[in-house]
């Protein structure tokens, strides 16, 4: 029977179990798309990535990500996570500083920055953003539980960077920590939109943002860090003024227990010349899996 070597790292912090965990099939170039799904689903972590010889010579690997019921055009800390294994397992040389990546959206570039003492931190360059409509916020305050007076004056807006999230803003942390999303509601805060949507909670900090996502319709009750959505996050706040510095941290997945640490540079006026998204990743498993 075949046995495939996988690892699990933690993503978007420094510290063992915590971040948000990722396993990551080095080689995945024996495994169909089917059974790429039916492995997410068993390890039933928020995503799985398996690694692939890229189709372009300008990406160092070929990305296919699943959560435990779909496959992700483009997903952050996956990205990460695996950009992490690549260089850990010298896929491209030691020293590289740059590299892409190839995944459903297309190419993601990848920048190193070497740390004096920790492992490097890995930024990841967020595909183009979209913005889509926008969503009410009275509709918004019931499905999560809250009084309208816990939302932020702007309007509530889906962003997309090839993962569709809708971006709340909230008056405070007690808010963010208090709000909560199943599925029927998350089903209701779409309204006709088709996509399943991840809904995304924060509120302005000193520092940047205190942060939470919901994806029960991936599968995914609530996800300690979202780098595909962190991108847009940064955009979306540059936007309504909730944030001034082009530099800025949102802390995620505090409330249950994974705290994630994930940096946001944005380039021009509202980002538009790029947001890159960055972090820390810490090894902590290696396994097998005999099919």
Known sequence: ????????????????????????????????????????????????????????RDA??????????????????????????????????????????????GLVPIRVEAQEDARPRIWLTTPPIEYQQTVDRALCAKVLGLQLDDLLAPTPQVLTAGNPTIFIPLRNKEAVDRAWLDRSGAIELRGGDKRALCVFVFTPTAEGAYSRMFAPEHGVVEDPATGSSTGPLGAYMMRTGLVSSPK??????????????????????????????????TPLVEAAMTL
């Open 248 to 281: 800025f941290v949102s802390e995620q997945g505090t409330k249950m227990g994974r705290r994630s640490l994930l940096h946001v540079e944005t380039h021009g006026h509202e980002g538009e010349n790029g947001i890159d998204v960055g972090g820390y990743v």
């Open 60 to 105: 160092a690997a070929k990305l296919r990500i699943f959560t435990p019921t779909y496959e992700m055009d483009f997903a952050g800390h996956p990205t990460i996570g695996a950009s992490f294994v690549i260089l850990d397992e010298t896929v491209v040389p030691r020293g590289t500083q740059k590299f892409a990546l190839e995944e459903n959206v």
């Open 1 to 56: 029977m075949p046995s495939h070597r996988y690892r699990v790292v933690d993503v978007f912090t420094k510290a063992p179990l915590e971040g948000n965990p990722l396993a990551v099939f080095p080689d995945g170039s024996n495994i169909d798309g089917p059974t790429m799904q039916k492995i997410a689903k068993e390890l039933n972590l928020s995503e799985t990535v398996f690694l692939l010889p890229p189709t372009r």
